[in-house]
């Protein structure tokens, strides 16, 4: 069953990897550089800025770098754990793969792109959303935006971001509710 699941996984990577072109591997590489989200981030610091203070501003980004910091250690672990080798070094997928990425890395099971695009996604979309109520919609396309690139580049199956995704979303729920509680207990008491 899990050798069918990994084939089926494959052949979806195959097919969304072949999807790219050299006209666009200049925008996707873009797109999954670590820091091309900075302005995003910047605009969502200052939102919230704007909506909570300073007091919560602070408090606000020691959660965040938390949430990022989580997700990225415990991706690691999986990597690790598993030790799945990515697209762009496996045997009898690499000839076959469009990779474009500058490095392909070790292994990719689960995508830490994906994790933190999502965590961050889910995260600031709900603290933000009952002053900006379609902000979180714009947060997830941009999420599952980052996410497909590192499918485009050649680095991940879609099971990697799959995962990847799902634990971001968890594990951005979680501290947004962690965030909600210590606002109301040290900010707003």
Same mark, same amino acid.
């Given at each position: ?45 200052? +939102? =919230? #800025?704007?909506?909570?203070? $300073? ?7 020691? @959660?965040?770098? *938390? %949430? ?66 379609? +902000? =979180? #919609?714009?947060?997830?396309? $941009? ?7 590192? @499918?485009?580049? *050649? %680095? ?34």
């Amino acid at each position: 069953m899990l050798d069918q699941i990994l084939q089926y996984d494959k052949e979806l990577f195959l097919y969304l990897n072949n999807w790219g072109s050299e006209y666009w591997d200049n925008l996707w590489l873009a797109i999954t550089y670590l820091y091309s989200s900075t302005p995003l981030y910047a605009a969502l610091l200052f +939102l =919230i #800025y704007k909506k909570f203070g $300073w007091k919560a501003l602070l408090l606000i980004v020691v @959660i965040f770098a *938390g %949430v990022i910091a989580f997700t990225d250690q415990i991706t690691n672990i999986f990597k690790d754990a598993f030790q799945r080798p990515r697209p762009c070094a496996a045997e009898g997928i690499i000839d076959l793969t469009r990779f474009v990425a500058p490095r392909c890395g070790n292994y990719g099971f689960f995508s830490g792109h994906a994790s933190n695009s999502m965590s961050t996604a889910i995260f600031a979309g709900l603290l933000l959303r009952p002053y900006y109520k379609n +902000l =979180i #919609y714009f947060l997830l396309i $941009w999420s599952l935006v980052v996410a497909y690139s590192r @499918i485009y580049v *050649g %680095v991940h199956y879609p099971l990697d971001i799959l995962c990847g995704l799902t634990f971001g979303a968890l594990s951005g729920f979680g501290f947004y509710k962690l965030c909600k509680y210590l606002i109301k207990r040290f900010i707003s008491a």
